[in-house]
């Protein structure tokens, strides 16, 4: 009989109309190896049986088939993909080339969970009511960068019903400012952007003097706030990757060779 791994969910009150979660690395206690319990990104060099497993896993702990949770392969761009109704009707390997290199994905099949994966990096849920949509980016500090958060709204703002005011998102379990220090070539990339450095990044001390630290969530929250979702509809839930790297993945403390948080959400 095929092992299933149960998940263990950190779940986000977003709508009753749908659930949102982010996956901990434990399933059944404290975890040792850098896949741990539970993962399902299927691109970090992890095992295919426990890959397979942790899939198991969810879509049962979701009430869905294992054809009906979606992940795409991430590049750290901003495409955008949506799974429509013809998407799902298509063979399983046209499917998985839909989803490569595709950063944003989102749907309005009920049904059918969505969702990016992360190891420090901004995974942000997006519910919008006004057209009955879901939406799951992938936000590293390239995505951010690049805006790929404005790039779903892009596609969102197709529907000719989609109002702002609608929305919901929540800023998943991902690197803190008080981690996440870099490069002075970070730092103009980010202006570059637009972004006031000010507001965003501060001076920490390090071994070698001081060096910035970028606030992603921050970040993410105005690109969110410039899209016309309002603050109290903005949750983040504060939780540093790094700093609990015990309980959720952290490229920068495992090594990019281990597994990853899955963010998800669908419509019930």
């Not at 059918?112 to 009955?132: E, F, K, R």
């Not at 910035?212 to 990757?241: F, K, M, P």
Request: glycine share 8%; hydrophobic share 45%.
């Amino acid at each position: 009989m095929s092992k299933t791994i149960v998940p263990a969910l950190l779940e986000y009150q977003m709508s009753p109309a749908v659930r949102a979660f982010s996956t901990q690395r434990t399933a059944n206690g404290p975890a040792d190896g850098p896949y741990a319990d539970f993962n399902i990104t299927h691109y970090c060099g992890d095992e295919a049986d426990h890959v397979a497993a942790s899939r198991r896993g969810l879509c049962q702990a979701l009430g869905i088939a294992d054809n009906r949770l979606f992940l795409p392969h991430q590049t750290h761009g901003t495409a955008v993909v949506e799974v429509s109704a013809e998407l799902l009707e298509l063979p399983a390997a046209e499917q998985q080339q839909r989803l490569y290199a595709k950063d944003c994905i989102l749907t309005r099949e009920r049904g059918v969970c969505i969702g990016v994966s992360t190891a420090d990096c901004v995974p942000v849920l997006v519910y919008d009511a006004s057209t009955q949509c879901v939406c799951a980016i992938h936000a590293g500090w390239r995505g951010v960068v690049g805006n790929a958060v404005g790039a779903a709204f892009r596609q969102l703002r197709q529907h000719a019903d989609f109002d702002a005011s609608q929305v919901r998102a929540v800023i998943g379990p991902s690197i803190s400012q008080a981690a996440f220090e870099v490069g002075d070539e970070v730092v103009d990339a980010f202006a570059q952007a637009g972004f006031s450095i000010a507001q965003i990044a501060r001076r920490m001390p390090a071994a070698d003097g001081k060096r910035y630290h970028i606030d992603l969530w921050a970040a993410v929250s105005q690109q969110l706030l410039r899209e016309g979702v309002s603050l109290d509809a903005i949750q983040v839930s504060g939780i540093c990757t790094y700093a609990e790297a015990d309980t959720f993945f952290s490229a920068r403390r495992l090594g990019i060779r281990s597994g990853r948080i899955f963010s998800g959400i669908l419509l019930v």
